[in-house]
């Protein structure tokens, strides 16, 4: 779905409705981020609505995963902070929709620092300039 196609609604409703996810995530992925590559947290609500989308860049150059994941922890901690602990994450990146080596190691990561931050991740995106994939969380079979 792209975001030109997402229902009236869509932000009254959870992101990780299968319904409107791909084009929450098409919309909040921008073209130059999607190019230059970046990993976002979108912070939500106890029901799951966005309540924030936050990008973490790879300009001006391929981050490691080390380090997009010491951002991510010292995020998560403040965010807690403020009683928010449901997020989604989208890597956003040049090339296909099919995951790389890298993905599956920030999702992860990523997946590791929100168990430690006491963080619920409940869903995981790709955004390339071809369009959005939902990459399965551990133990999932199936898409958001």
């Known amino acids: 779905m792209r975001f030109d196609e997402l229902p009236r609604d869509w932000a009254q409703r959870p992101i990780t409705d299968p319904d409107v996810f ?10 130059q981020s999607r190019s230059d590559g970046a990993t976002y ?7 799951l609505r966005l309540l924030q989308p936050i990008c973490l860049p790879d300009e001006p150059r391929r ?28 890597t956003a990146r040049p090339g296909s929709v099919s995951p790389t080596p890298r993905d599956r190691d920030l999702r992860a990561a990523f997946e590791g620092a929100c168990r430690a931050a006491g ?6 995106a790709i955004a ?6 939902v990459l ?6 199936a898409a958001a």
Not at 128 to 133: E, I, L, M, N
């Open 136 to 141: 399965p969380l551990e133990g999932d079979s």
């Open 128 to 133: 390339a300039p071809t369009g959005v994939a």
């Open 119 to 124: 963080f619920t991740l409940h869903a995981v």
């Open 63 to 90: 981050v490691e995963v080390g380090e997009v994941l010491d951002g991510v922890r010292l995020l998560l901690a403040e965010m807690s902070r403020h009683n928010v602990h449901d997020v989604v994450m989208v």
């Open 22 to 31: 791909e084009g929450v995530v098409d919309l909040i992925a921008t073209e």
């Open 41 to 47: 947290l979108l912070l939500c609500h106890s029901n």
